[in-house]
């Protein structure tokens, strides 16, 4: 009988070696081990293995402008305190009041000091200040110059539109405390009166050309922005001509200056703009005027509006403008709030923004 042999199971080598699990497994101790004996090598030696502290990080250029600008307010609003506790007379006791609550409001407004939260913010530490009316006046004319070269430079446009406001009020705070204590006006590098229209017996004004800098400053923002513009003077060169027709003495002649200085300005802009004589050209024939113009009070009451309307006009612009070109435009503001005040316009905390309207 033949008898068949038995077939061998099939090698498992899995039987055979160790699992590599095992070995990784003591690989990964032995690791552990040598990490840990490393480490208290190190402990024992002192050495300490952790990572340097942050950095504190510096403030951009636009954090810079509104520090410095809030800053500026605050010492402001102190130096015009210390003032009043000298008991000036009450001229200037009225411009001081103003200097510190503007500047008040305008440290509101710019917000907190910059705080990068990793060092702890210092207890300020309220310090006595001693300031005369003089020492308030260089401060504001100091501060107004700052504040007019950050408007045109800073990046960002809602900054640079707060900061030319500032400036503005700065500047006729300026004026104002410099007029009350009898003081010469500091150079504030911008002339803001208007120009004087020419009489029936000077020879013709030659045509109205932009400046360079107007030049400059139309090629930095919109036809369209530039429109607005171009419209607010014309219109308040209409509006003008009108009351000098109705009115007599000082008031007609202001009116009729103020009336020539308008129409030329719209007439600039338009050139710079491309649009003047053009089916762009925004001007119009005529406008819609209130009644009753031949009374004083409500040709002084429309001239206030017509000039903070281009104030509006011109602070909506430095915002939509690019840096290094708004010059014109912070000029232009302050130039139509001056003219405001000459026709009775209270002082304000924010020319041209009218979102942040105060008393007056």
């Known amino acids: 009988m033949t008898t068949a042999r038995t077939p061998r199971f099939p090698r498992d080598d899995r039987l055979s070696r160790p699992a ?16 840990a004996m490393v480490l208290g090598a190190a402990g024992a030696c002192s050495v300490r293995l952790e990572t340097p502290p942050l950095a504190e990080p510096s403030p951009g250029s636009v954090e810079q402008v509104r520090a410095r600008t809030l800053s500026d307010a605050d010492q402001l609003a102190a130096v015009a305190t210390a003032a009043m506790a000298a008991k000036p007379a009450a001229g200037v006791a009225e411009v001081l009041e103003d200097v510190a609550d503007f500047s008040t409001q305008h440290a509101e407004q710019l917000g907190p000091v910059y705080d990068s939260g990793l060092t702890p913010s210092p207890t300020a530490t309220p310090t006595a200040v001693s300031a005369t009316a003089a020492q ?140 003047a004589e053009t089916a762009q050209d925004p001007r119009r024939a005529s406008y819609t005027l209130p009644g009753d113009l031949d009374q004083a009070k409500n040709a002084r009451k429309l001239a206030r509006s017509l000039e903070s309307a281009i104030a509006a006009t011109d602070a909506t612009l430095v915002a939509r403008t690019a840096p290094g070109a708004r010059g014109p435009f912070v000029d232009g503001l302050r130039t139509a709030t001056a003219a405001a005040r000459t026709w009775g316009a209270a002082p304000v905390a924010f020319p041209g923004l009218p979102e942040r309207a105060t008393k007056g």
């Open 20 to 35: 590599r699990t095992s070995v990784r497994v003591a690989r990964i101790t032995a690791a552990l081990v040598g990490a």
């Open 136 to 275: 308030v006046l260089t401060e504001l004319a100091e501060t107004t110059r700052t504040a007019l070269a950050d408007a045109d430079a800073v990046q960002d446009a809602d900054l640079a539109r707060l900061v030319a406001s500032i400036a503005t009020a700065r500047d006729q705070l300026t004026r104002r405390l410099a007029s009350a204590t009898d003081a010469k006006v500091p150079d504030l590098e911008v002339v803001v009166e208007p120009t004087k229209a020419p009489g029936p017996t000077d020879s013709p004004a030659p045509e109205p050309t932009p400046s360079p800098e107007q030049t400059q400053a139309a090629a930095a923002t919109s036809a369209d922005d530039l429109g607005a513009l171009v419209l607010a003077h014309d219109q308040a060169g209409f509006a003008y001509e009108v009351v000098a027709a109705q009115q007599s003495g000082s008031t007609r002649t202001k009116a009729r200056d103020a009336a020539a200085a308008h129409r030329d300005e719209a007439q600039r802009w338009a050139v710079a703009a491309g649009t």
